[in-house]
């Protein structure tokens, strides 16, 4: 964890005590499981905050416990507060729980879309959340796992498992699909957010970052429903979370082609993400909180971000630093009624930094975000296919509406298998749509984005000799102004190449700021602005 500067504020101390609680109450939960575990008969004491109930509730009693031990353990450990907070409780619980500070930096503020981490670990996680019925087995031990291999190299292999509140108990089968049941596409648009907030920290397995519910809400489209109240939107975030926090991860991964120039990036078994639940409301009696009116997120980054993002041990060959750039509409994107939609998004998301040229064969989309059966039924049944056939044009009709860029094969997909054909479609045309091409590649500028040697809060492209560039470069507002409009770049696009807001852009065109050596080299590169204009 890292240290702050401002050790003695009252956010940082009141943060510090949750992670502290959230280990004590893992390790007793953890003892309380395990006896549970051994003795499945075993009578517990009446009052619910000591007993884990039968295994058809198992997930709920464990979150339940976490969720409310948090505010009961504060009460019985107040004295770690500073002088002064001890003697009201409920001060302590409803004013400074609710004043935690949050991160700094929200998503989304200057453009349309955030760097995140795109090493296969991103996308073996995402499976095991989309396509958990799948992934999901039983080991030699009866403890549940899903593998992912890398097609290149099957030595290469990424596990996860699912682990009680406790620090290293893995779960057996049957409680471990209880925390899997919560997994979907609401898990998965957390993970996605946790790993775009994970690319701001400097050296995130020594960070951590506080998130609050209700903006999380916002993020995934949530604030447009109306059949929750809020405080249940908060609970299920805060379940969701919940869940996360029980995903562990261990990769071998050895990257390169020979072990001379390879990275080793394997880990031991680890948390995805190490994350602590603290919920501002009225508390009754009973020191619980049931409707809850804010949850916050306290959330560390696991161990595998020093192996698989780590720019600085990338430079140096010691580590991997693999991202690309997440479009704020697929969080947006609503799973019951675009479901494939969805699927695909979150994929080719995933897949661009690698897929660079956005080709792919239909089969292979469908393979990748549906069951195999599903497909091979609507190879022998016409209605299957015909319903297929509409979801899958369905989903490209709504990613071309989201400003995904889409070109149709004209050899292999030709008209009358497109979307909106109303053409009757001849014999065979399903297997002719399995077997088309087309190009399929992320809103702009992100496709131009990732195909850039520029990264994210990397260091910043440098001339390859001291003499490639003028030691000297000025330029102004105008010349800057008048080089993106003639490149046909917005400011947000030119902002997301430099690494910088959009807001600096502005300032720099309007005079209002001024452009650094190192900026303006490298403004002067990227907009081709000739040293003598």
């Not at 953890?30 to 198992?58: A, W």
């Not at 729980?97 to 991160?103: S, V």
């Not at 072990?259 to 639940?277: L, Q, V, Y």
């Not at 947006?332 to 080709?359: C, F, M, Q, W």
Request: glycine share 4%; aromatic share 8%.
């Amino acid at each position: 964890m890292s240290s702050h500067s401002n050790s003695d504020s009252l956010d940082e101390k009141i943060i510090q005590l949750f992670l502290d609680l959230k280990d004590d109450v893992r390790q007793n939960l953890s003892n309380k499981i395990l006896h549970f575990l051994q003795h499945t008969d075993t009578n517990y004491p009446e009052d619910s905050s000591e007993k884990i109930d039968s295994t058809s509730n198992f997930f709920e009693n464990i979150f339940n416990q976490v969720f409310q031990s948090n505010i009961s353990l504060i009460s019985l450990e107040s004295d770690k507060f500073p002088e002064g907070l001890q003697p009201n409780i409920y001060d302590i619980i409803n004013n400074n729980i609710q004043n935690f500070k949050t991160h700094s930096c929200s998503l989304f503020q200057s453009q349309s879309f955030e760097a995140i981490p795109t090493a296969a670990l991103m996308l073996s996680s995402i499976n095991s959340q989309i396509k958990k019925e799948e992934v999901w087995q039983p080991n030699e031990d009866g403890r549940a796992y899903s593998q992912h291999k890398a097609k290149e190299n099957s030595k290469n292999y990424i596990e996860h498992y699912i682990t009680t509140p406790g620090d290293i108990t893995l779960l057996p089968w049957n409680e471990a699909l209880q925390i899997i049941d919560k997994f979907g596409f609401t898990s998965a648009k957390l993970h996605l957010i946790f790993a775009a907030y994970t690319m701001k920290q400097e050296r995130p397995w020594e960070s951590l970052f506080v998130l609050n519910a209700s903006d999380l809400i916002k993020e995934m489209g949530w604030d447009k429903r109306t059949d929750l109240p809020k405080h249940q939107k908060l609970l299920e975030i805060a379940k969701t979370a919940f869940a996360l926090d029980c995903l562990l991860v261990k990769a071998v991964w050895i990257e390169g082609r020979n072990k001379k120039g390879g990275i080793n990036a394997s880990t031991p078994i680890g948390r995805m993400w190490n994350i602590a639940i603290a919920s501002y409301g009225q508390v009754d009696l009973h020191l619980k909180i049931e409707e809850p009116e804010e949850v916050k997120l306290i959330v560390q980054p696991g161990a595998w971000t020093k192996l698989f993002l780590n720019q600085a041990g990338a430079e140096s060959r010691e580590a991997l630093y693999q991202f690309g750039y997440l479009a704020q509409q697929v969080l947006k994107i609503d799973p019951y009624h675009e479901e494939l939609a969805l699927r695909l998004a979150i994929y080719l998301t995933l897949n661009s930094r690698v897929r660079l040229n956005g080709e792919y064969f239909v089969l292979e989309l469908l393979e990748i975000a549906l069951p195999t059966t599903v497909i091979a039924q609507a190879k022998v049944d016409r209605a299957k296919a015909f319903s297929l056939k509409q979801r899958w044009d369905n989903a490209l009709k709504l990613l071309l509406e989201l400003g995904w860029q889409i070109v149709f094969d004209a050899e292999t997909y030709p008209e009358r298998l497109r979307p909106n054909c109303k053409e009757k479609k001849p014999k065979g045309y399903f297997n002719k749509l399995l077997d088309a091409k087309l190009t399929i590649k992320p809103p702009a500028p992100i496709p131009e984005l990732t195909a850039s040697p520029v990264k994210p809060k990397a260091k910043r492209v440098q001339p390859k000799t001291k003499d490639t560039l003028p030691k000297d470069i000025s330029l102004t507002g105008n010349q800057v102004r008048e080089a993106r409009i003639a490149k046909g770049w917005s400011q947000a696009k030119l902002a997301g190449l430099l690494g910088v807001s959009q807001n600096l852009i502005s300032l720099i065109e309007r005079g209002d700021r001024t452009i650094n050596s190192q900026q303006a080299a490298l403004i002067q590169a990227l907009l081709f602005i000739n040293q003598t204009s």
